[in-house]
């Protein structure tokens, strides 16, 4: 499989995207996990149910409620969200927890829909078959210094998400790429196209 950006090992660097309205204040401020507007609107409720199932032999300090979200690495064709920006940034390893985004997605859509009338059976997939995912979540989840010797990140069906428990200052920010609908630009294509 080939991917987008050189081995962690290699470039020390992990990859965060920010939709471009944000990406002035990050790189005035850095990333906090709580600064975008959709952290209360559409994912609080979410990593709060998540941290629900989180195991006692987690340490403190992994919350997902209180986490930067991050990717070791891309596939090479990965389709990015349009209007945004892919960030390369330096973490503190020591303050960072790895786990499988695969299974946190199969609830996403019971649990934002678990409300809606016509969707009542949301609710029943969560109470049921949803904990047992939520419970493999965490078990298969591992510290980053962990992950780095096992390398869970490159098995098949394991989609890596880095929680990164810690701020990340603006001086470990650079930004990589500009994603429109159509294409995805580095920053010299973006000032050449639009100089």
Same mark, same amino acid.
């Given at each position: 499989m080939?991917?987008?950006f050189?081995d962690?090992t290699?470039t020390?660097r992990?990859y *965060?995207? !920010?939709a471009?309205?944000? /990406?002035d204040?990050?790189l005035? $401020?850095? +990333?906090?996990?709580?600064d975008k507007?959709?952290y209360?609107t559409?994912?609080?409720?979410f990593?709060d149910? +998540?941290?629900?199932?989180?195991? $006692?032999?987690?340490?403190?300090w !992994?919350e997902?409620?209180?986490?930067i979200f991050?990717?070791l690495?891309?596939?090479?064709? *990965?389709?990015?969200h349009?209007?945004?920006? !892919?960030?390369? &940034?330096?973490?503190n390893?020591?303050?960072?927890w790895?786990?499988?985004?695969n ?5 996403y859509?019971?649990?934002? /829909?678990?409300e809606?009338k016509?969707?009542?059976f949301?609710s029943?997939?969560? *109470?049921? #078959?949803?904990?047992d995912?939520l419970k493999?979540y ?11 010797k096992?390398r #869970?990140d490159l098995?098949?069906?394991y989609?890596?998400e880095i929680?990164i428990? *810690?701020h990340i ?5 650079? &930004? /990589?790429y500009?994603?429109?609908d159509h294409?995805?630009? $580095?920053?010299?294509?973006f000032?050449?196209?639009f100089?």
């Amino acid at each position: 499989m080939k991917f987008l950006f050189d081995d962690y090992t290699k470039t020390k660097r992990v990859y *965060h995207i !920010v939709a471009l309205r944000d /990406l002035d204040y990050v790189l005035k $401020n850095g +990333i906090y996990y709580n600064d975008k507007i959709t952290y209360n609107t559409k994912y609080k409720g979410f990593h709060d149910y +998540i941290d629900d199932f989180r195991r $006692n032999n987690i340490p403190n300090w !992994v919350e997902r409620r209180k986490s930067i979200f991050a990717s070791l690495n891309f596939k090479e064709k *990965h389709y990015f969200h349009s209007h945004s920006a !892919v960030l390369s &940034v330096k973490i503190n390893e020591d303050m960072c927890w790895i786990a499988n985004e695969n299974l946190a997605n199969k609830i996403y859509e019971p649990f934002a /829909l678990k409300e809606t009338k016509g969707f009542e059976f949301c609710s029943e997939f969560l *109470h049921n #078959k949803g904990k047992d995912i939520l419970k493999e979540y965490w078990n298969s989840s591992l510290s980053f210094k962990d992950n780095l010797k096992i390398r #869970k990140d490159l098995e098949d069906g394991y989609d890596a998400e880095i929680l990164i428990c *810690h701020h990340i200052p603006k001086e470990d920010i650079e &930004v /990589l790429y500009i994603c429109s609908d159509h294409e995805r630009m $580095n920053i010299e294509e973006f000032k050449k196209q639009f100089s």
